[in-house]
């Protein structure tokens, strides 16, 4: 055959199945790639609501943190995300991401965390600091009402703002490490986020911020 019609015969014959050979190689490669590459994991991530960190401090604190927490800043980092706007769907999609528990703590306005605090997005400082922590830092906590799931039988009962007031929040307007990397918050309030992923990391990073 000519050349031409060795290419004709691999046409009709032997494209499509070579296509679909090379389509199920190239999917079986980037299934193995994906389960078996290293993956990448936050060692502490940290949602600031309508805030603008400055970028140079911020950039200097996440590289102190991940020294702090063994992270190679890569595979393994520490997240400051000041990417939620509560005036737009700032809310909505870090509802997603504590859904997801990939949010270790939340740092915003007082009023915000109030109403967040009310829907029950924080846990009681007092379970998870020391007795020593909690009176050394009795100032700057802030304590307001939680949410009451204590009637989940009745759909009908909505319990936001209605559980104990406890201590959800830790004031950081005198912090001296919030003030160098913030620019717009000026009653800003610190709180864990329930079942976040990281609350070693979470505690620690409390106790930089307010020495």
């Known amino acids: 055959m000519t050349v031409g019609q060795k290419l004709q015969y691999f046409r009709d014959y032997y ?16 299934l193995i790639w994906n389960f078996t590459k290293p993956q990448e994991k936050d060692v502490l991530n940290v949602a600031f609501l309508d805030e603008t960190l400055d970028s140079t401090a911020k950039e200097e604190l996440i590289s102190s943190l991940n020294s702090e927490f063994g992270a190679d800043g890569k595979l393994e980092a520490v997240v400051l995300n000041d990417n939620f706007n509560t005036a ?3 809310l909505t999609r870090l509802a997603v991401y504590v859904s997801a528990h990939s949010v270790d703590a939340v740092v915003a306005d007082r009023d915000v965390f109030t109403s967040m605090a009310a829907s029950g997005y924080f846990t009681d400082l007092s379970t998870v600091l020391t007795s020593e922590d909690m009176a050394k830092w009795e ?4 304590k307001t009402a ?7 039988s009745d759909a009908a009962y909505d319990g936001t703002g209605k559980g104990a007031v406890l201590a ?17 918050l000026d009653n800003p309030v610190f709180a864990i986020v329930t079942g976040g992923p ?3 990391n979470t505690l620690r990073f409390l106790e930089i911020m307010m020495s």
């Open 15 to 30: 494209l499509i199945i070579t296509l679909v050979a090379a389509a199920v190689l190239g999917t079986v490669i980037f």
């Open 88 to 90: 737009a769907d700032g």
């Open 139 to 142: 100032p700057d906590l802030i």
């Open 146 to 152: 939680g949410y009451d799931d204590s009637e989940l």
């Open 168 to 184: 959800y929040g830790m004031d950081f307007s005198k912090s001296t490490a919030y003030k160098n990397i913030s620019t717009k």
């Open 198 to 200: 990281n609350p070693e």
